[in-house]
């Protein structure tokens, strides 16, 4: 968890109220934050993930002051119009394809505001940002730059600027080697042949994204008023949430909120968009999960505590809370706003034993059996790549796919095991044959008619792999199996891309599909390395389950 040091003075300031020491850490630490301690004018104060927007002493104080009823309910802020625009050319589609941007003028900045500015700014990176992979965040004093302005993207060598705190102008590819800031990020533009840049009307470059700002047009300073803001990177909802958070702690500071027109080849953003989010809410499902009966004035009122507006039954979430993503969400906050102090613990008027749950019993006895035929047991992650998945397996089926992947290696939620399996097997060419190994772990599809959208499974997958190895073996391990489970099965032959045609069958128990199982194609072994003959097995052991 990221932690801050908030000015108390600022802090008290912005809420309009003094508490005394013990009640301001005692309301601190039930806000759902964990308190260090207060030293002098010092907070310590350790911000949750899922708050950014409490990483600044605006945002703290908002968030304090609406709590202990000094000024609740939805903070309003206006965005004003302007003509302010920022053209994305197609160059930086492959690199960091998305902007988000606003200015922000009657700024009157002091040493102590500029600190609060890098301390946002800093935190957000590491947080919001993942240390700045994610997203990147540069600021511009608006009497050095003149607008419209251009984010593009130019080979390295191409980009000639002096950058902050460096005493000559640099190459792009001379910044990430020879100056710190690039030496620390330089990774997040490794192997991009074009790197990203935002330009002002008259050609001056004013940063190189995620990396550093130019020293002319990217430095705040005591005499500025007037900044121009941009967060760039990959996802555009959390830039918006990010710019929002950005914003809204600018306005505390007293400045004025403009929007800009963000100009894409098919679209146009205008941002920031500081309306509230509107959610609906069940007071049924809220009083059932924090287990009381409050009423709609009483939902209100602990809602208006949190920073929220509620009306004809929905709630007005602010557009700088990202942590709002269900009504789960919102019922946290009504018991963190009723005091968890509060809460009177009761015990339940039930009497249960534990007991292993099913699905664990099953997977122990599948396990004995196979480890009795001579299998070895592996464990493997969920994730997998897609074109291991999909591509190697010459299978396209519809997966689970990350958003944001660190690595191309691990972007995709196995659909089923066999992929795992193959990929265990092609590491080990180099051991003895014949190398039998199974695997039962969690397997995930695309559901509509889950909320999540991902269902769910625990599957069983066997890979044979050895010169021996055919469609008679795997169904000997596959008898053995359903002998143990004193099951009756059908067979029927299917075609399947994975498998060799006419070597390949579907399993039904009772009418329901458990499993499939055949000879793997050469030529997915080959993708995959292998040089020998492979038998696989996959088995839904839900579905076993449920057959018993």
């Known amino acids: 968890m990221p932690t801050v040091t908030l000015s108390k003075k600022a802090v008290e300031e912005l809420m309009g109220t003094r508490l005394p020491l013990e009640e301001l850490k005692d309301r601190i630490s039930m806000l759902g934050t964990d308190l260090d301690g207060i030293k002098g004018d010092e ?21 304090l002051a609406s709590f202990i009823g000094k000024k609740t309910g939805l903070a309003e802020f206006k965005v004003n119009k302007s003509k302010y625009e920022v053209k994305v050319e197609k160059a930086v589609s492959k690199v960091r394809p998305h902007t988000v941007c606003a200015v922000i ?39 050095a730059i003149k607008f419209p302005i251009t984010y593009t993207a130019k080979k390295p060598n191409d980009i000639k600027f002096l950058p902050l705190e460096a005493k000559r102008e640099m190459t792009g590819m001379q910044i990430l080697s020879g100056h710190p800031t690039g030496r620390d990020y330089g990774h997040l533009l490794e192997g991009y042949n074009l790197f990203p840049i935002f330009i002002d009307d008259v050609g001056e470059i004013m940063s190189m994204p995620p990396i550093i700002n130019s020293e002319k047009t990217g430095k705040i300073g005591l005499s500025t008023t007037d900044v121009f803001i941009e967060c760039s990177g990959f996802d555009l909802r959390v830039l918006k949430q990010c710019l929002n958070i950005l914003v809204t702690v600018m306005s505390d500071m007293g400045g004025d909120i403009y929007e800009v027109a963000v100009k894409y080849e098919s679209k146009t953003e205008i941002t920031p968009n500081l309306k509230p989010v509107e959610w609906n809410l069940d007071l049924d499902y809220v009083n059932k999960i ?11 009122e602990l809602l208006e505590r949190m920073g929220h507006e509620y009306k004809n039954n929905k709630v007005l979430v602010p557009a700088y809370r990202t942590d709002i993503l269900h009504e789960i969400d919102l019922a946290e906050d009504i018991a963190i706003a009723y005091g968890y102090d509060n809460f009177k613990p009761e015990i339940p008027n039930v009497s249960t034993i534990g007991q292993e749950s099913q699905i664990e019993i099953l997977k122990k006895k599948v396990a004995n059996i196979l480890i ?16 291991s998945h999909n591509n190697k397996m010459n299978y396209d089926c519809k997966v689970v796919e990350l958003s944001n992947s660190s690595t191309s290696e691990y972007n995709t939620m196995r ?44 599957n069983l997958g066997v890979g044979l792999c050895g010169p021996e190895m055919d469609f008679t073996a795997i169904k000997q391990i596959f008898d053995t199996i359903m002998d143990a489970l004193d099951l009756e099965y059908e067979t029927e032959e299917i075609e399947h ?3 060799i045609k006419g070597r390949t069958a ?23 390395g292998i040089e020998m003959p492979i038998a696989a097995l996959e088995m839904d052991l839900i579905i076993i389950k449920e057959v018993l």
């Open 105 to 143: 003028k009657n700024l009157k900045f002091d040493d102590e505001k500029i600190r609060e500015i890098i301390q946002i700014q800093e935190k957000l990176h590491i947080g919001m940002g993942r240390n700045r992979k994610k997203l990147a965040i540069g600021m511009y004093p608006m009497e």
């Open 43 to 63: 907070i310590q104060v350790e911000i949750f993930p899922n708050r950014p927007d409490m990483l600044s002493e605006q945002g703290f104080a908002r968030a």
């Open 497 to 499: 891309s994975s498998f």
């Open 506 to 528: 579907a399993i039904k128990v009772k009418g329901k599909e458990i499993a499939i199982m055949g000879e793997i194609h050469p030529q997915t072994t080959t993708n995959f």
């Open 372 to 387: 009795g035929s001579g299998l070895i047991e592996t464990i493997s992650y969920h994730l997998i790549s897609k074109e």
């Open 415 to 458: 659909r089923w095991i066999v992929p795992s399996i193959m990929q265990i097997l092609s590491r080990n060419t180099n051991k003895e044959y014949p190398q039998n190994i199974f695997e039962m772990g969690v397997v995930f599809k695309p559901s509509k008619a889950q909320e999540t959208g991902v269902d769910e499974h625990v």
């Open 290 to 300: 924090i287990g009381m009966n409050f009423s709609k004035k009483e939902i209100k």
